[in-house]
């Protein structure tokens, strides 16, 4: 048997599942053993949402909803690899999501997808996902340090990106612990080939975060864990 990939949204829907499959293969291969990591489309299905959760985005765009509808379903599917029924997961007043009981996670979406991670215990984490495309280059000083601007100039593409992600991720693993709203330059990160990083909470000497990078043809994405020294 022949396959069709004369019809544009078959060949849409099929560039689709190979960016999500590398993308959740990606994910699995960053996180470290113990949390489950679960990568979807962001068009997610409102009426599948828990009456609580709806509270947060009732008044939202629909696109905002049903990237809030993805984000809570890619958590309950995370949370269902570590054994647990679908639960509620409400936003808080902060918009952190509060997780269940001895569970933590995070969650990020952007315009091809929503990432989802859960791990058990008391353990503090941050997943970011981001476009695959540069950083804006007016963004740069904002997102930046001097420092990591320096190392910058020798690097190309999409670095100043993987910083913006990895700061992302890291503010929302950092939050759980500290819950300090961060600027960017109150973070320094320190990238290294094998897709590792560490991050310097400038004004938290007393945190100690690391974490993973990955980059794939469509998505820059980063996982940081946060810890008390
Ligand atoms: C939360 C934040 C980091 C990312 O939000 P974003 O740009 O919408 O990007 P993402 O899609 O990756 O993340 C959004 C998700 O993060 C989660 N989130 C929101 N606030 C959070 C917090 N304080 N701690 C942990 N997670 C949080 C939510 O699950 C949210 O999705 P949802 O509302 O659909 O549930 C950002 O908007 C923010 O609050 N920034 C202020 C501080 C900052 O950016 N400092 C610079 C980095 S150090």
């Known amino acids: ?81 570590l054994g647990q029924p679908p639960l509620c997961i409400p936003a808080g007043a902060d918009r952190a999501p509060v997780w269940p009981q001895g569970f933590a996670g995070s969650i990020s979406h952007c315009r091809g997808a929503v990432v989802a991670a859960a791990v058990r215990g008391g353990s503090h984490i941050g997943i970011d996902v981001e476009e695959a495309v540069p950083l804006e280059d007016e963004l740069w000083d904002t997102v930046c340090t001097p420092k990591e601007l320096e190392w910058l100039k020798a690097q190309g593409g999409l670095w100043a990106k993987v910083i913006f992600s990895a700061k992302e991720a890291v503010y929302k693993a950092q939050y759980s612990i500290a819950g300090r709203v961060l600027e960017f330059s109150e973070v320094e990160l320190t990238l290294d080939q094998a897709g590792c990083f560490s991050a310097r909470v400038l004004v938290d000497s007393a945190l100690a975060v690391e974490g993973r990078f990955g980059i794939s043809d469509d998505f820059v994405l980063s996982f940081a864990r946060a810890r008390r020294l």
């Open 1 to 81: 048997m022949r396959w069709r990939l004369d019809s544009r949204p078959m060949e849409a829907s099929l560039a689709k599942a190979v960016g999500f499959e590398r993308l959740q293969a990606m994910a699995e291969g960053m996180v470290p053993r113990g949390v489950a990591v679960v990568c979807r489309d962001p068009d997610g299905d409102v009426g599948a949402l828990f009456a609580e959760e709806r509270l947060a985005i009732g008044r939202a765009v629909p696109r905002r909803q049903a990237e809030f509808a993805a984000g809570r379903m890619a958590a309950r599917e995370a949370l269902g690899m």
